[in-house]
């Protein structure tokens, strides 16, 4: 099957036929690479500004960490972190601004206030968050996850990840097409590190063909994840060129859209992959 390379999501329509650049902001203060860094809206929008003028594509904005062992935030507080920080990059940015929420209530006011995608690790399983989406014209990514993320990384088992993965993305993108969100609103993320090990990502890396199968683009988040770690060693901050070396792989093997904490480097990486290819 065929990958549909526009991608609509709110008020754009984006080129697939490049692959594009998520630039990640966290709006917390407690995530795995940069928690407490851009935690107020001040902070935030300058560094998603900063990550536009670097040739950010999109902007991916989270207000509750995800890490493995990470405690789930209220609902309020959530709120109170990503609203208003796209209520002002919404007037200032010419770039789709995704929401990172798997709260059918943060999906809604996100919406509201000017989010263009919904990135949802839950893949739109929570009560109302289907319906949500459908009634909308925002793009969404679909992620697979195995557990929840104070419990994933205990011991994750498959039988085979990737055939497993591939269902489960299958399934949950034919729900949405049952609730009337076209395929061309559709993103789908294998879930590198939510409950897989190290053998796992590997496997899921190696078979991204397998998943493109499905016919849908594939967003691929691996940026300063512990997978890399345990292949190059060091902490988060020092594992740049382990994701470059990722995004490019998974570039190549058919990723559409890479999602990352270091984007000057990782456009000038996928520049150079373009020229090439």
């Known amino acids: 099957m065929s990958i549909n390379l526009q991608y609509h999501c709110g008020k754009f329509q984006l080129d697939l036929t490049r692959p594009k650049v998520m630039g990640i902001v966290n709006v917390t203060p407690d995530s795995f ?9 001040d902070l935030a929008v300058e560094h998603a500004l900063q990550l536009v003028a670097e040739g ?7 207000g509750e960490s995800t890490r493995p062992g990470a405690e789930p935030v209220s609902l309020d507080e959530e709120l109170r972190r990503v609203v208003p920080v796209l209520e002002v990059l919404s007037k200032v940015t010419a770039v789709p601004l995704s929401i990172d929420t798997y709260k059918p209530e943060v999906m809604q006011a996100a919406i509201q206030a000017g989010a263009d995608i919904v990135n949802d690790i839950c893949a739109l399983r929570e009560e109302g968050a289907l319906e949500i989406v459908a009634n909308s014209n925002v793009g969404v990514c679909l992620m697979h996850m195995q557990g929840v993320p104070q419990t994933m990384q205990i011991n994750p088992s498959y039988t085979d990840v990737v055939v497993e993965v591939k269902k489960f993305l299958a399934d949950r993108a034919d ?12 993103l789908l993320d294998p879930g590198f590190g939510f409950g897989k090990t190290t053998a796992h990502n590997i496997a899921l890396i190696q078979h991204l063909d397998s998943l493109l199968e499905l016919g849908f683009p594939l967003l691929v988040g691996l940026s300063r994840k512990s997978v890399l770690g345990k292949i190059v060693g060091g902490d988060e901050l020092q594992r740049l060129h382990a994701g470059l070396a990722a995004s490019v792989v998974s570039v190549i093997k058919g990723a559409k859209i890479v999602r990352v904490h270091d984007v000057k480097a990782t456009v000038d990486a996928l520049k150079v992959v373009a020229a090439v290819m």
């Open 56 to 62: 950010a594509d999109i902007l991916d904005i989270g």
């Open 175 to 186: 729900a949405c097409l049952a609730h009337g969100i076209v395929r061309e609103r559709i």
């Open 33 to 41: 690479s940069d928690g407490g860094r851009y935690s107020s809206v």
